[in-house]
């Protein structure tokens, strides 16, 4: 590699750590985006003027194939449909991969004429890594289609086990690591990549099948943070720092976040992965209780909140799908404007991916400082007027506390029942992500205001215009 190259990929790391920093505080993130998308847009360019790219046809045929769904993609995806598309786009980031390692494998056998080839024609080190970004990158595809399936319901969210299920994922990755041992020793066995790729498929789909819905947000950082780890790997393959790199960055980022998770959902990674929590749950029998719900409509909740001195709004998933962030916001600068104490508590799951009320709110330009999460929040519904709940529902359900054999046991959820009156804008009873119930829905000092968000909140923000008026 010469110099130049070598210090424009330096550059690009650069600013993919500079972005990265950026990303982790909502006021610097917008840059941070540009400063990281800057970086890989000179990683490519870099990357083609490379002296040993020899011909260009297929990696222009791929651009333009790429490019072309990649921007059907992102006009057709609903703002709903992201979490998805996120976790695809992780696979695709470990399909990737593999390719690219099997591609080197084809063609370093290709190079040592395949009969004769072994060790010592290649760098041990080239063989070990093109294994495993093989294994690495095969498992991630192959669980992020999974995860993607499972929060698009294409397959059922809770949680799917059979029969000795641990110690098949077990036998899997052992028998696959093992195998890949094997290519190390002798890389002319042609079919051993292949049977990494059939075990790894198998690996992928069953290690994320046992998780349940409520635990998806874990899956899908983890999953992010694999294909980090096997772009890393196959930076190592090529020869490449820049992957490397960027690589490491994404695994490691990917391991924090899946942390952050972990701790959201008060588990351990392990007790995610293998437990199968919720398994032994049925919404059928929990489903014939007969409880009544008070229903209320916009002008009794118009009433509750001109005499309110605090609220605290509850986003939820509902908020994204009623695309009703900016009425949201509207009804919130209405209140402050009248002085009411307004604040919004941000579960670390809320939503379908990490972030995801975040980018929401800021979207209808909320004020950051408004924006508080669970630990810091939470401590004050018991002394708030009314905690406002919109399109929220696995994020405020005690059941989280008590019910051991609910998906949710365990999971800190915010205290919106603790305060003096709580209003929950939602279609109707039926229950969260996680298919449990909601005994917050039936609770004496909870208003039930059924409908869409949107429509509810317009009819709420009319209200208050003409009385102001
Ligand atoms: P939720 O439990 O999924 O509940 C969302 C609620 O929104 C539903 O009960 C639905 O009730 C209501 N809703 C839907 N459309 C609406 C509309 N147009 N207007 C008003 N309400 C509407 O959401 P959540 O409380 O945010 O909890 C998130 C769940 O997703 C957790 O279980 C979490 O573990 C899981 N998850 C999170 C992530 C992540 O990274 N954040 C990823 C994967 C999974 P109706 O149908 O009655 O309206």
Redesign the pocket.
């Given at each position: 590699m010469n110099t130049s190259i070598a210090i424009a990929y330096l550059a690009s790391a650069v600013c993919f750590i500079l972005g990265l920093k950026m990303l982790s505080s909502a006021r610097t993130a917008r840059r941070g985006n540009l400063y990281a998308a800057f970086g890989m847009l000179l990683a490519i360019v870099v990357t083609l003027t490379d002296q040993r790219i020899l011909d260009f046809t297929y990696i222009i045929i791929g651009l333009v194939i790429g490019g072309c769904v990649g921007v059907l993609l992102a006009t057709r995806v609903q703002m709903t449909g992201m979490?998805q598309m996120v976790g695809l786009l992780n696979g695709f980031g470990g399909a990737a991969s593999t390719l690219v390692a099997y591609a080197e494998y084809l063609r370093l056998s290709g190079d040592a004429a395949i009969d004769v080839f072994t060790a010592s024609d290649v760098d041990t080190v080239v063989i070990a890594t093109i294994a495993l970004s093989v294994l690495i990158g095969t498992v991630t595809f192959f669980g992020s289609l999974v995860a993607s399936a499972k929060?698009h319901g294409v397959i059922r969210s809770a949680p799917i086990l059979y029969p000795m299920q641990k110690q098949t994922n077990a036998v899997l990755l052992f028998a696959a690591l093992a195998l890949s041992g094997v290519l190390v020793y002798d890389p002319s066995l042609w079919y051993i990549p292949l049977l990494v790729i059939g075990l790894a498929t198998v690996l992928g789909v069953t290690s994320v099948i046992p998780v349940g819905?409520?635990?998806?947000?874990v899956v899908?950082s983890l999953m992010n943070s694999y294909s980090g780890l096997a772009g890393a790997m196959t930076g190592f393959v090529l020869n490449n720092n820049v992957l490397i790199i960027s690589g490491t960055l994404v695994g490691t980022s990917g391991l924090i976040l899946t942390n952050i998770?972990c701790k959201a959902m008060n588990r351990s990674l392990a007790n995610v992965l293998f437990a199968g929590v919720g398994a032994d749950y049925s919404p059928e029998e929990a489903a014939t209780e007969q409880k009544t719900v008070i229903r209320y409509t916009p002008e009794d909740v118009s009433y509750v909140l001109e005499h309110a001195q605090s609220v605290i709004i509850v986003p939820?998933?509902?908020l994204a799908?009623?695309q009703?962030q900016h009425v949201l916001h509207e009804l919130a600068s209405i209140l402050i404007k009248r002085g009411v104490n307004v604040r919004y508590a941000i579960?670390p799951?809320?939503?379908?991916?990490?972030g995801?009320m975040n980018v929401l709110l800021a979207e209808a330009n909320v004020s950051y400082d408004l924006l508080l999460e669970m630990d810091r929040i939470n401590d004050d519904f018991q002394n708030t007027d009314v905690a406002m709940i919109?399109?929220?529902?696995?994020?405020?359900n005690p059941a989280a506390r008590y019910k051991k054999n609910s998906p949710?046991y365990g999971m800190p959820i915010l205290n919106a029942d603790k305060a003096r009156t709580v209003m929950v804008?939602?279609?109707?009873?039926?229950?969260?992500?996680?298919g449990e119930d909601n005994e917050l829905f039936y609770l004496k000092n909870t208003m039930m205001v059924f409908g869409?968000?949107?429509a509810t909140l317009m009819n709420l923000v009319g209200m208050m215009k003409k009385e102001a008026a």
């Open positions: 979490p929060l819905g409520a635990d998806m947000p899908i998770m939820g998933y509902g799908v009623a009703a579960h799951v809320a939503g379908r991916m990490p995801h919109v399109g929220a529902n696995d994020v405020v949710l804008c939602k279609r109707s009873l039926n229950p969260g992500f996680a869409d968000a949107k």
